[in-house]
């Protein structure tokens, strides 16, 4: 098979973004990162369902799930919702056999000149530095691949609903509606997993319900600001598919 068509070679660009994207927050997600100190404000400390000090301490991963939904909205909106669905199961297919091969990776022997580094003029042990990083517990992988793909299959089906009613009008709706909805769930459900259920941490629902709502308080404020651009990459497909191609896809696409 050959990418000549001009819908191919879309479907193509945009699945490896999609992929590329989630592998990447899958990695980079371990690293938590404080909102107010990047931005070089004072901390929040909310008081919240009797969880005293909350601020916005996200994950790293937050840096590219909203182009991942932006992905699942526009391939929604020219390919429709079994194309979204295909390469959501996918990638969380890939998600786990990239897990595995790590798995194999920090289990090789370490070579001896490897392992004692200095980096930024301090002594770094890299076999541990490897294992923290990338060894993530199971049940951290468990809730993001199962939050992941809940929240994907939610969103292509309150797109489609949205879509059923608005007709192609109000782009802004069914995307923006559809991305608030699945990050709702997806903010509970990997916390769920992850540290509610997972022995080691055995959050109270407190916890799991303070964290989860501050988590998508950022992720509701950056998916409105994320709209303008939405529309910006829906233009440039516009222009390159043209009118005519463009209407044929979204209309097919709108049959699910």
């Known amino acids: 098979m050959t990418f000549k068509s001009k819908e191919s070679r879309l479907l193509l660009i945009l699945g490896c973004f999609f992929v590329a994207n ?3 927050a899958e990695f980079i997600g371990v690293k938590i990162f404080s909102v107010e100190g990047s931005l070089g404000i004072s901390r929040f400390n909310i008081n919240l369902l009797g969880v005293p000090n909350l601020s916005f301490n996200m994950s790293a991963g937050v840096l590219t799930w909203p182009l991942i939904f932006i992905m699942t909205d526009i ?3 020219y390919f429709g919702l079994k194309q979204v669905r295909f390469l959501s199961v996918l990638t969380a297919l890939l998600i786990a056999y990239a897990f595995l091969i790590i798995w194999g990776a920090m289990h090789l022997q370490s070579s001896d000149f490897w392992v004692n580094q200095k980096i930024n003029g301090q002594n770094l042990n890299m076999n541990n530095a490897f294992s923290g990083i990338f060894g993530q517990g199971m049940w951290i992988i468990a809730g993001s691949i199962t939050a992941f793909l809940v929240g994907q299959f939610a969103d292509v089906l309150i797109f489609h609903q949205i879509k059923k009613i608005t007709g192609e009008k109000y782009l802004w709706l069914r995307a923006t509606g559809s991305t608030l909805a699945s990050q709702l ?6 916390i769920f997993i992850a540290f509610y259920l997972n022995p080691q941490y055995h959050w109270s629902w407190q916890m799991v319900a303070a964290i989860g709502l501050v988590n998508y308080a950022y992720k509701f404020l950056i998916a409105i600001l994320m709209t303008p651009l939405l529309y910006f990459v829906h233009g440039i497909i516009d222009r390159y598919l043209g ?3 463009s209407s044929k896809m979204i209309k097919l ?3 699910g």
């Open 75 to 77: 391939i929604n909106e």
């Open 185 to 190: 769930i997806d903010s509970f459900v990997v």
């Open 243 to 245: 009118p005519e191609l």
């Open 22 to 24: 989630t592998v990447l």
């Open 253 to 255: 696409a709108g049959r």
